[in-house]
């Protein structure tokens, strides 16, 4: 995982954060955590948005869990998570978040999308991308409503392919 782009919203304007070399060896480094806080400490009534590509989850869960458990983001997207039907659902669980999965195998892609079940949020598979991988999330805050989307464009894409399915997909929503 080569970046840490977190961000943080009031609806209105946002903050990105762009980390370098998060993870060595499995092992998140604490200046992600420390940048995180600080972001959060600033913006402390703001939902909290993040994406990370993990790389393969498979040995990184334990420090996603942790990260979530601080509670620096509410709504978290991994890609390149590696994982497929192989895996238990329940392996990648995390107590307090609800989590939903978008597998394909072991050598590439897979998204998976945790929110803090605190959130009345629900997966939106129909306003979900047709060939980009994705996984939409609507949530509901206080009387409005916010759409989500966690998206994965592997390499082997074209840029148009690309370009043509968002779209599509912006002009279902």
Request: charged residues 25%.
């Amino acid at each position: 995982m080569n970046y840490l782009p977190c961000h943080s919203t009031t609806f209105s304007g946002s903050t990105d954060v762009k980390i370098g070399k998060s993870f060595a060896n499995g092992i998140m480094h604490e200046d992600v955590i420390e940048e995180l806080k600080k972001v959060r400490s600033s913006n402390t009534s703001n939902l909290m948005c993040g994406y990370l590509n993990i790389n393969s989850l498979k040995y990184k869960f334990e420090p996603i869990k942790n990260l979530l458990h601080r509670n620096l983001v509410v709504i978290l997207f991994l890609s390149e998570t590696k994982i497929d039907e192989s895996f238990p659902n329940a392996q990648f669980r995390v107590d307090n978040f609800t989590t939903w999965l978008a597998d394909r195998n072991q050598h590439g892609g897979g998204l998976i999308a945790y929110a803090g079940s605190n959130l009345a949020a629900d997966r939106k598979i129909q306003l979900e991308f047709s060939d980009v991988e994705s996984i939409g999330i609507e949530v509901a805050i206080g009387n409005k409503k916010w759409f989500f989307s966690g998206i994965y464009k592997p390499p082997s894409m074209s840029n148009d392919h690309f370009k043509t399915d968002c779209t599509k997909t912006i002009d279902k929503i």
